[in-house]
Each structure stands twice: as structure tokens, then as C-alpha cells.
């Protein structure tokens, strides 16, 4: 895997858990939080439906949810929730910069995964569902290369929580983006503002989420009291695994994607969730994650 920013992976080592990063909050009792729920705003309309040719190797579905929306695996665990973003090869996937690269700090490269643990082999697999291992309906994507803003990777800076992904094309060279839909993969934004209508779906771990069941939520967004450069919703049933979760401003369904303005960085309840806004930094990266290989 080519790796930029200061990213170090670990082939070798087993894949642990996300954590959603904390932020100085009081907590709140575990006893008082909301189970996993899909508290959606016009559910119908957002129903993207999507035919999968059998000769591709795909499983036949007539309709899923989120097409676009899929689970980073880590040696092939659940590590964290990414998204497939609109770029001219099909082959971009955005999520948080914690997921794939260790954070600096004072200048210097993290030297461990944001949780202690390695990151190990990158995959993605949109449309993850069902029981135990869960099925993978629309394949599994290999991960080529990372791209993270040295603002995370020397620093740690919240801000900067983002991160894109490229994947190498499937067995018989059709792209991600062919496979999912070339219609539902948002656009990404570099100069949204705070306070958008936005549709935020992610990927529980099992522990809160037997099912592997996408959780999603449509509510308005606003600056973070915490840390006003940061995007903040209120909405339950974000656990871990769902950093790297796509923040879609203006989702309107089938054919309308939306446009993607960050991906969830963190939050210390299910409740609370944090985003870094897509600025010029953002786009640079997605431009070399984006840019055709020779």
C-alpha cells in the first residue's frame, strides 16, 4: 500500500477495534444512552436502488439503503465506517484520518494506531450487513493508497480528521463507484458552512449492532461548543465503528446524492458526534487519491 502524511501500517498485526476519539464532555450514564437506531428523516426517499449484474461476482439485491456507505475493514475486521466519494476514476473513499494513521503529536509521527493497536490491511466493503462476519453484497475493495494532511499525522489536530482513500479496481477493472452507482456517490464540498441540513450514516460495531445494520440520521448541523471549528449533531446510535461516518448535506435520494462537507471524528456518547469541515487541505488530498495513475 502506497501511504502518505507519515501513515505506518502493519500487515502483520491483528486488527483491533475503533474508538471514537473523546472530547472533554461530561459523560453520560451508559444507562441512559439510546440503543442503535435508524432515526432517518423521509427513510423512503432515501432508498437508493441499485440492480448488481451476477456476472460480476456481485451478490443480486434489489435495493440497499446506502449503497455507498460500507464498513473499512482491517485485516478483514470491522475498523471503522467509510464512504465512496464522487471523483472521475471511481475510485475514492473518504473517512476519518484516525482510522488509517496513527496521530502526531508536537511535530513528531505517532508511532502507534489511534487506539494502541495496528492498523493492519485496509479493505472496504460497501452496502456491509448481516449477522457474525456479515455479507458483503457489493465486494470487497482493496485499499492502494491513503492520503492524510500532516496536520494530523505531525499533530493531531482535529481538524484535520480526514483522510482518502484509493482502491484498486475489481477483477474485471470496473471501478467502486460502477459497481455502487455512478448517480449515488455525493460530491465533496471544500467552503460548506456549519449549519446544513445533513444525513450522517455509519457502521456500529456488534457489540451494540448484531446485525451490522447501517444507522443513520437527518438532523441540522451547527458549530461544536467544545471546539467551534468543528461540526456537531445530536443524534443517537453513533457507537464505535462509525468514525469515518460521511456527513451528506442536502441527500435527496436516488439520483440526488448530495454533497459530502466531512466525515465523523468523534464524540464521547453515542449521542454526541463531532465532524472536521472539508477546507483547501481536504481537497488536495482528495485530488492525489483522485489523480489517475500512470
Known sequence: M???????????????????????????SPGLKGIVSAALAG?????????????????????LPFPTVGVLMANGEHWCTASVVDSPQGNVVATAAHCVAPAGEDGRPGEAAHDGLAIGELAFA????????????????KVRSIQVDERWT???????????????????????????GR????????????EREVTVVGYPQSEHNPE??????????????DD???????????????????????????GRPGQLIGVLSGGDTDVDSTAALFDDRAKALYERAAKPTS
Open 2 to 28: 502506497d501511504q502518505q502524511g507519515d501513515v505506518r501500517t502493519h500487515p502483520e498485526a491483528p486488527a483491533g477495534p475503533e474508538r471514537r476519539r473523546e472530547r472533554r464532555r461530561p459523560a453520560v
Open 43 to 63: 427513510a423512503v426517499a432515501l432508498v437508493a436502488v441499485v440492480f448488481v449484474r451476477d456476472s460480476g461476482g456481485y451478490e443480486e439485491r434489489g435495493a
Open 126 to 141: 460497501p452496502a456491509f450487513s448481516g449477522e457474525g462476519s456479515g455479507q458483503r453484497p457489493l465486494g470487497v475493495w
Open 154 to 180: 505531525k499533530w493531531g489536530e482535529d481538524t484535520a480528521d480526514f483522510a482518502f482513500l484509493t482502491v484498486e479496481p475489481d477483477a474485471d477493472g470496473r471501478s467502486l463507484q460502477e459497481v455502487v
Open 183 to 194: 448517480g449515488e456517490a455525493p460530491k465533496p464540498v471544500w467552503t460548506s458552512g456549519y
Open 212 to 225: 451490522n445494520k447501517p444507522v443513520a440520521c437527518t438532523t441540522q448541523s451547527r458549530h461544536d461548543e
Open 228 to 254: 467551534p471549528a468543528m461540526l456537531y449533531i445530536n443524534c443517537s446510535g453513533f457507537w464505535t465503528g462509525t468514525s469515518g461516518s460521511p456527513w451528506i448535506a442536502d441527500r435527496g435520494g436516488p
